[in-house]
């Protein structure tokens, strides 16, 4: 099986940063598209930015300019850089992965449990 853990969630005050870290384990031959998504209570969990199979970036509108998604292939880690936080980037952000856990395998998408991010105005 596979597995991402979050991490690196926590308060912060309206204008700081933090940044998120996903730790990808288990039977993995190879990760193709990676992101991060978020959900506010009482709202739909929506992109944030992701990786594509091609390895181009997208971001959400509400966070261009703001937030930064990297990887490291060889760590299986993926991370959220989140700069001038607002009061609505406050949500459960939760890492995504397509995974084949083998050559032939097309590949399953699998999520993380999430971690908290609270921005304080």
């Known amino acids: 099986q596979v597995q991402l853990v979050e991490s690196g969630g926590g308060l912060v005050q309206a204008g700081g940063s933090l940044r998120l870290s996903c730790a990808a384990s288990g039977r993995i031959f190879r990760i193709n598209a990676m992101g991060w998504y978020r959900q506010a209570p009482g709202k739909q969990r929506e992109l944030v930015a992701t990786f594509t199979r091609a390895d181009t970036t997208n971001y959400a509108d509400s966070v261009k300019d703001r937030f930064t998604i990297s990887r490291d292939n060889a760590k299986k880690m993926l991370y959220l850089q989140m700069n001038n936080l607002k009061p609505e980037d406050k949500a459960n952000y939760f890492c995504?992965?397509?995974?084949?856990?083998?050559?032939?395998?097309?590949?399953?998408?699998?999520w993380g449990q999430g971690t908290q991010v609270t921005v304080s105005s």
């Open positions: 995504n992965a397509g995974v084949e856990t083998t050559w032939s395998d097309p590949g399953t998408i699998y």
